[in-house]
Nanobody, 124 residues
Framework: QAQLAESGGGSVEAGGSLRLSCVYS????????MGWFRQVPGNEREGLGW???????NTRQSVKDRFTISKDTAKRILYLQMNNIQPDDTATYSC??????????????????WGQGTVVTVSS
């Protein structure tokens, strides 16, 4: 059973950058597709993108020019680099191990294990 723990959330001013980390246990990244989600209170959780076991990645078009998903397999860390953060990016961000790397809109359907989430607050 994979275990995931996010960190790196906090408060940031608009236009700034933040890097979220997700430490995972065992061989999660070599077994599962790893993904990032975010959720604004009152809204459905949104899949931001994933990175496959072979390193291929796919990022939601709406954030693709600002967000980058990567991983360090040796350190067992998944990253979400967020640049030029905007107030609309305020949300709880979660990483997850996915059983399938597929269409971004279907990501929630393939979650095997969730992290606990980390909150990002962006001030204007």
């Amino acid at each position: 059973q994979a275990q995931l723990a996010e960190s790196g959330g906090g408060s940031v001013e608009a236009g700034g950058s933040l890097r979220l980390s997700c430490v995972y246990s065992g061989d999660a990244a070599s077994t599962y597709c790893m993904g990032w989600f975010r959720q604004v209170p009152g809204n459905e959780r949104e899949g931001l993108g994933w990175i496959a076991t072979d390193g291929q990645s796919n990022t939601r078009q709406s954030v693709k020019d600002r967000f980058t998903i990567s991983k360090d397999t040796a350190k067992r860390i998944l990253y979400l680099q967020m640049n030029n953060i905007q107030p609309d990016d305020t949300a709880t961000y979660s990483c997850a191990a996915l059983t399938w790397c597929g269409h971004l809109s279907l990501m929630p359907n393939y979650v095997h294990t969730w992290g606990q989430g980390t909150v990002v607050t962006v001030s204007s």
